[in-house]
């Protein structure tokens, strides 16, 4: 993913403390509602606009679930998730990402395959 230059401001270094310090992949809603406690003042709108800055500078990722929502994540590294059908957790699932796949993928297309996207389905042990 290509990442770009911009500016750290105070907003954007308090959304990504806050997303670094859960493991929980949360939503837009929650990070404004963690973020506000210590910058009243900030809107929904501009934690959209700086959450899509953070994603641009490869400083987060988003977990992007069709038009309903997104999830963020700011370990960036390639891992896997898992989603569960019933509660709507999601969570990293830890074990070692398999660049094979890549490797098949870049022979099939014949291409380049820069990362992958990898995620599981089910339900959670509390939800099964």
């Excluded at 709108?45 to 990722?61: A, H, K, P, S, W």
């Excluded at 999830?71 to 898992?82: G, L, P, Q, S, V």
């Excluded at 074990?95 to 089910?122: S, W």
Aim: overall charge neutral.
């Amino acid at each position: 993913m290509k990442k770009t230059t911009r500016r750290m401001t105070k907003q954007r270094k308090k959304i990504l403390e806050v997303l670094k310090a859960t493991k929980s992949h949360p939503t837009a809603d929650w990070i404004y509602d963690q973020v506000k406690k210590e910058i009243p003042n900030i809107s929904l709108g501009t934690i959209y606009r700086n959450l899509n800055v953070l994603r641009e500078m490869g400083e987060i990722i988003e977990l992007s679930y069709g038009s309903s929502y997104s999830r963020f994540d700011a370990n960036t590294e390639n891992h896997y998730h898992f989603t569960c059908l019933e509660c709507g957790l999601v969570q990293d699932v830890d074990f070692e990402v398999d660049l094979d796949m890549d490797k098949k993928v870049n022979m099939a297309i014949e291409g380049d395959v820069k990362y992958h996207r990898c995620e599981f389905f089910g339900y959670c042990k509390e939800c099964k």
